[in-house]
């Protein structure tokens, strides 16, 4: 029922947008443009085609596959643990979630989500030099995973060790070791170790490498909104609402989590996350990062109110028909 959208398609559907970039880079290398697409998913891609003779889209494909699954598997373990209802809902948010597709496809989301759990679990069980290797792995997947040293620092500090270790101060301070590593990587390449963040104007999606100010980008939509109804497209019109509509539901649950006195780490690399990609002027690609705040999952697992939690998982499966559907057919979504 969706027509194709003819500009960027991928060898699958599963592949499409971001996922036409992470295939060629870890088939050729980084080109022009490329270079806002951190490296350690391509590489995976890259090395695992070395072993199995199969198309680099299939392999991507599996790899967030396999990394989603496990990622799913060992959250659902760890909130289990403390209540195996609080559990079972979480991860039906999680995987109900309008833009969840995204971690089966070729993109980061399923990668970095397993590698932002593994940092999740191993802090809460104070094993810091697990923490920082996964941590540093995640750094060096996305952006966000440079975060993920707030969310260690303010676990090990909440935790109230009886004695600071030098060995569990620099485990922590390694998560953000695969930013710096890109980073270098870039200034050697490029002279500009934030060419990554310098380069987003030319990239599209109305990005800036200045900071604007969530206030700002908030009444840029309100008019986006009121005056431009169904323009430039349906399509990127009802995108635009739902760019809206995700960001301000994430506040909005960040805000219940702080009312049910969810622990400050969770809150605070939450917040981030969600805060970090709004500085560039525009909420776009909203709806997906949002899946990176995954305590946001277990706000919502929390909830005692059953009718609510149904009617929201309810809407959640009606949103994602639609965008997934949008997406396999070449619109961009997220």
């Known amino acids: 029922m ?7 398609n991928g060898p699958s559907p599963w592949a499409n947008h971001d996922g036409i970039y992470y295939l060629r880079i870890a088939e050729y290398g980084y080109f022009h443009l490329s270079e806002a697409f951190f490296p350690f998913y391509p590489i995976l ?3 695992f085609r070395k072993l199995f003779d199969v198309p680099y889209w299939i392999i991507g494909t599996y790899i967030s596959l396999a990394s989603y699954s496990i990622g799913v598997l060992i959250f659902h373990s760890y909130v289990y643990g403390t209540n195996k209802h609080t559990a079972l809902w979480t991860v039906v948010f ?3 979630f309008p833009t969840s597709f995204f971690f089966c496809a070729v993109y980061t989301e399923g990668l970095f989500f397993l590698l932002s759990v593994l940092v999740y679990v191993f802090s809460k069980r104070k094993l810091w030099m697990w923490a920082g290797i996964f941590g540093a792995l995640a ?20 935790q109230k060790p009886k004695k600071i270790l030098l060995r569990d101060i620099v485990s922590i301070l390694c998560i953000p070791m695969g930013l710096i590593v890109y980073m270098t990587y870039l200034y050697v390449a490029k002279g500009d ?17 200045g900071i604007i100010i969530l206030p700002q980008v908030v009444w840029r939509y309100l008019k986006i909104l009121f005056t431009a109804f169904l323009q430039p497209t349906p399509v990127s019109y009802f995108i635009s609402i739902v760019e809206l509509i995700a ?11 702080w009312k049910m006195k969810t622990s400050w780490s969770d809150l605070m690399y939450s917040f981030l996350v969600i805060t970090l ?3 560039t002027g525009t909420l776009s690609s909203m709806p997906r990062y949002i899946l990176s705040a ?5 706000i919502l697992g929390k909830l005692d109110n059953r009718s609510l939690q149904y009617s929201i998982v309810l809407l959640f499966v009606i949103l994602q028909i639609i965008l997934s559907a949008l997406f396999l057919r070449g619109w961009f979504v997220a």
């Open 45 to 47: 891609i890259s090395s």
């Open 2 to 8: 969706v027509p194709l959208h003819i500009g960027y």
């Open 277 to 279: 990609p709004t500085l």
């Open 94 to 96: 999680l995987i109900t």
């Open 193 to 209: 170790p934030l060419y990554f963040f310098h380069m987003q104007p030319l990239f599209g999606a109305n990005r800036t490498d």
């Open 139 to 158: 750094s060096a997947t996305k952006l966000f995973g440079a975060l993920l040293l707030f969310y260690a620092a303010i676990e090990y500090i909440s």
């Open 247 to 257: 960001t301000l539901f994430g506040y909005c649950v960040l805000w219940l989590g």
């Open 294 to 298: 995954f305590p946001l999952f277990l």
